[in-house]
Every structure is written in C-alpha cells, then in structure tokens.
C-alpha cells in the first residue's frame, strides 16, 4: 500500500513545494503584507471577504492548488537535464579510483580528438561503447556501404570517384569497400550518439514494463533530482530578496541569510545534477544487459550484410 502511494506523493511534492517558495517570493516582492481585519478594499480586502464565508482550511486548500499550479509551470524538466547530462561529457558509470572508491569521471567535450579515440576504450563512456560495438557487428556482416548511404541519406559516390579509389587501393575493390563503409559509420557517429542520447528518457519509459526493480530506482532518482533543481532557483531569488532588505534594515543579518541561501541553493543543484547521473545511470545498464533495447542500435544491426556466394558444381554425367 505505501509502495503505491509514495511514487504519487512524489509527483506532488515538488510542484507544491516549488509553488509555495515562488508564493513567499511574490509575498516578500510586495513588501510581505499582513492583511488587517478591517481592511475591505483590494486584495486584502479580499481575503477578508472570503474568511467571512469559508473556513481557514479551505483558504489553505485554495492556496496550495495555487502553489501547486505554480510548481507545474516552473518546476525543471529533469528530460532536459538528462540529455544535457548524456551530451556534455560525463560518463554514465562510476569508475573506481586509486583509493577502491567510486566517483564520477568526466570525459573530454565530443568535439575533442581524444573523446573521439576513447569509444573503443574503457574510459568511453557506455552508450558510445554501444554504439562502436554496434558499428562492429555492421563490419563484421560485411554490410554493403551503399545499404548504409541509402539507409541513412549520405551523399552517393558515383563510378569516377569510385575508380579513383579502387586506383588508390591497387585495384582491391574489397578494400575500397571496406574503407567506403568505415568512413560512412564514423561519419554517421555524431548523429547517431545524439540520437542514442535524446532516446534515454524513452527507453525508461521502455523499462517500467521491462524491469519494474530498476524503473523504480531510476524513478526514486528521477524524482529526487526534480525536487532538488526545482527548489534551488526560488531558494537562491529569495536569497536576494533578503539580501536587499538587509540593505535597507539590518545589513549584516540580511547577508548573513543570502549567503546561507545562497550556499544552499548551490549545494541543491549539486546533488541534483548527481541524481540526474544516477537515474541516467540506471537506464543506460539496463541498455547495457540488454533489459531495454535501444532504436538506433536496432536499425544498425538490421542492415542486410552481403551473403557468401554459393557456387553450384557442375552436375555429375554418367
């Protein structure tokens, strides 16, 4: 009963909360008003009129659908910051240090030679292991470079340069081919890594049928780091808020609390960007043991490879 209840509480924790810290902003922009019982004119005058017909509860109820709506609208796309996670250059896994203890390793940005050499190695990061496993098994099919040019709209090569080609490799057409098809797939590279990462919020929708146990870490992990990004703006706003009043009345006491605000808010995107890792983590293993299956992966290795010719002996007289 509570396993079902909590994924839902989740879901609704962070927009409220979200949309009460924006509420308190909104409050202490117009100078954190006390609504006086006496008052009958404009917005205070409102609230008295409405605490004249209901009760304080259904204020409180009134207020937080309020702040709920709030936090819908302004709370982070964690899908946003995952692709961001997966496209700027940082593993999926954590990897051991000198001391037996895992953290995280950055890898260098995809447009760096040595993030190019590091897909074969162990420091590459999974998915683009995945991927230069993938473009193997294309090789290894003996797949034909123009099934690979029409699959995937490259520029065609007409006979001329073709030939000039052949002329280069004296003559071995099976080593013009074998080359025509390498730099296709390293062209090909770029977009198809971008592809693979754009697809890691589907596959965990994908998982949630395949592995219930690993949907429900990767969500715990979701949640939190929606929680945590989400507070971190309104927390560092009314970091400043208080820093101006304190200008205005007391200036130690009022940098004192933007700068723990501050800190906070730091601290919270922090480990929300950690979170992110790990519920992207997550998805990529059950990518990697083959829980959930990726689409680019599958449209490579369902590229027809040539088939061995098959000679037929000459039929036996008698």
């Known amino acids: 009963m509570l396993a079902q209840i909590l994924p839902g509480f989740r879901d609704f924790k962070t927009p409220l909360i979200t949309g009460y810290l ?13 609504p006086s019982k006496a008052e009958n004119t404009g917005a205070m005058g409102m609230i008295n009129w409405l605490t004249g017909y209901t009760s304080s509860a259904t204020i409180l109820a009134v207020l937080s659908f309020t702040a709920y709506v709030i936090g819908i609208l302004l709370i982070v796309d964690v899908k946003i910051a995952t692709r961001l996670v997966s496209r700027f250059g940082f593993t999926f896994q954590r990897q051991l240090n000198e001391n037996g203890k895992k953290k995280w390793v950055r890898l260098p940005h995809r447009d760096n030679m040595s993030y190019r050499r ?13 991927l230069w496993e993938a473009f193997t098994r294309v090789e290894e099919k003996n797949v034909p470079w123009s099934t690979i040019h029409k699959g995937y709209h490259l520029p065609e090569i007409d006979e001329a340069e073709y030939e000039e080609l052949r002329q280069e490799a004296a003559g071995d ?6 080359q025509i098809r390498k730099n296709a797939l390293r062209t090909l590279s770029p977009t198809l890594s971008r592809e693979m990462d754009n697809e890691i919020p589907v596959l965990a929708t994908k998982l949630q049928e395949k592995n219930k146990d690993l949907f429900d870490s990767y969500d715990r992990d979701r949640s939190e780091a929606e929680f945590r990004l989400s507070i971190a703006p309104p927390i560092a706003v009314l970091s400043a808020q208080l820093f101006l009043l304190g200008i205005a009345g007391n200036g130690i006491l009022g940098s004192l609390f933007a700068a723990t605000g501050l800190a906070m808010s730091i601290v919270l995107l922090r480990k929300g960007w950690l979170k992110v ?11 990697e043991i083959g829980t959930v299956t990726s689409h680019v992966i599958e449209r490579l290795e369902g590229l027809e490879g040539k088939r061995p010719s098959v000679v037929i002996p000459p039929a036996i007289t008698v």
Do not use: C
Not at 22 to 27: R, T
Not at 118 to 130: I, R, V
């Open 22 to 34: 924006w509420l308190v902003i909104i409050w202490v922009g117009f100078g954190m008003p006390i």
């Open 118 to 130: 590091s897909l074969a190695n162990e420091s590459g990061s999974t998915l683009l292991k995945l």
């Open 173 to 178: 057409r099976a080593e013009v081919d074998r």
């Open 277 to 287: 890792l790990d519920s992207t983590s997550v998805v990529v293993t059950a990518l």
